[in-house]
């Protein structure tokens, strides 16, 4: 699960770290060393009384990992069991904690990670079936691995469909943890409303807004956001056309226009841009947030 909201929505190893800190005794050893040794003495420590990780290889590859988070962003490597070393299985509120910790939901100014996640498009049930799910999950995994004999056999379609939950599950908290560090740099003025989304036409794939706050340009990236919906995406502008349906490269005056974009989208959504003076890259600068949330 959170292999997939690193990678492909965080992308960042000051966010890893993060997570990584929610236990106090690596949080501080994160902030007083990088030395793997050391790391992997606190580490056999913790987790001396936890068969499951005495495998040969297992603190050293998390140890080395700790310290490339510190010292080689590239060649940085997701442990999966590190996780586990608070959480032995990750159900409904174990997960609701670890996001507690990691000051997402504080950031997000929401007071539990179900109330984004039953909201969100992919998920839309309710609370009770959706965590019930979960933990489901839980002990389908447990049984699978635990146990000598497994009661539960699963159609393909019974199967696919648990993934498909998983996959949207895991979506959800990806754009949730985004949300939170865009709601970060809103707060702190370096990022800046433009606009609100008006119409979304599916089949041409355009999206309408009014731009109450311009200039706007073709490839600048924005932020679509509402807390309501439980809906945080980047989009780059790809084309402008103005309420004539002429092809504009730059918008300068307030109105409503039309644009294409790299993504889908919907009505209703706020729209943001970041401020001059953030770094210009096409993902938005998480290193100074993540501290300033931690």
Not at 85 to 100: G, K, M
Not at 202 to 211: D, P
Request: aromatic letters at 8%; a negative charge.
């Amino acid at each position: 699960m959170f292999q997939n909201i690193l990678d492909n929505a965080l992308t960042n190893i000051n966010t890893f770290r993060l997570v990584l800190q929610t236990n106090e005794k690596l949080r501080k050893v994160l902030s007083e060393t990088t030395d793997p040794n050391l790391i992997s003495m606190l580490l056999t420590d913790l987790l001396k009384k936890k068969s499951r990780f005495k495998k040969p290889g297992f603190l050293e590859d998390i140890a080395q990992n700790f310290s490339f988070c510190t010292t080689d962003v590239d060649s940085y490597k997701l442990v999966a069991e590190a996780f586990i070393v608070d959480h032995p299985n990750l159900r409904s509120e174990a997960l609701n904690t670890i996001l507690i910790n990691a000051g997402i939901l504080h950031e997000a100014k929401i007071s539990s990670v179900w109330t984004w996640i039953v909201k969100y498009r992919n998920v839309r049930q309710d609370e009770k079936i959706v965590t019930d799910r979960l933990d489901k999950f839980v002990e389908y995994r447990n049984d699978a691995a635990h146990r000598n004999t497994v009661d539960s056999i699963f159609e393909s379609t019974d199967l696919i469909d648990l993934c498909n939950f998983i996959e949207s599950l895991c979506q959800a908290l990806a754009e949730l943890a985004r949300f939170a560090v865009i709601n970060k740099k809103i707060s702190n003025k370096k990022v800046k409303k433009i606009g609100k989304t008006t119409n979304w036409l599916s089949k041409q794939e355009v999206l309408c807004a009014n731009i109450c706050q311009p200039p706007l340009s073709i490839g600048d990236e924005i932020f679509l956001l509402s807390s309501t919906k439980s809906y945080c995406k980047s989009a780059k502008i790809e084309e402008i056309k103005n309420d004539k349906e002429v092809s504009v490269k730059i918008i300068e005056e307030k109105g409503d226009y039309s644009f294409k974009l790299d993504t889908d989208a919907r009505k209703g959504l706020d729209m943001y841009i970041a401020t001059p003076d953030i770094n210009e890259e096409s993902d938005i600068d998480l290193e100074i947030c993540m501290e300033e949330i931690k």
